[in-house]
Nanobody, 117 residues
Framework: QVQLVESGGGLVQPGGSLRLSCAASGSIFSIYTLGWYRQTPGKQRELVASITRGGSTNYADSVKGRFTISRDNAKNTVYLQMNSLNPEDTAVYYC???????????WGQGTQVTVSS
């Protein structure tokens, strides 16, 4: 079973940047479209960015132009570069492989991102 480990979160001031990483056990991760989700208390987990095996990307309107998703298949890792962060980006961020828009594997522990002055 693939295990997902997210890292890179933290506390950042509005306008700041963070780079999240998600490492997966097992090479099977590389065959999937990969995505980053986020969740805040009381809300559903939402998909904010995805990247296909071929490198095509898609973003939620709320992060378009500020976030960049990338992947390194050799390292079974997906990244999320987050710039111009604002308090509304505060959430726990998770990665997963996607089947259509549905998550493929059990969720990891996520990484907390807090945007606050």
């Amino acid at each position: 079973q693939v295990q997902l480990v997210e890292s890179g979160g933290g506390l950042v001031q509005p306008g700041g940047s963070l780079r999240l990483s998600c490492a997966a056990s097992g090479s099977i991760f590389s065959i999937y479209t990969l995505g980053w989700y986020r969740q805040t208390p009381g809300k559903q987990r939402e998909l904010v960015a995805s990247i296909t095996r071929g490198g095509s990307t898609n973003y939620a309107d709320s992060v378009k132009g500020r976030f960049t998703i990338s992947r390194d298949n050799a390292k079974n890792t997906v990244y999320l570069q987050m710039n111009s962060l604002n308090p509304e980006d505060t959430a726990v961020y998770y990665c997963n492989a996607l089947i259509a828009t549905a998550p493929r594997f059990p969720w990891g522990q996520g990484t907390q991102v807090t945007v606050s002055s």
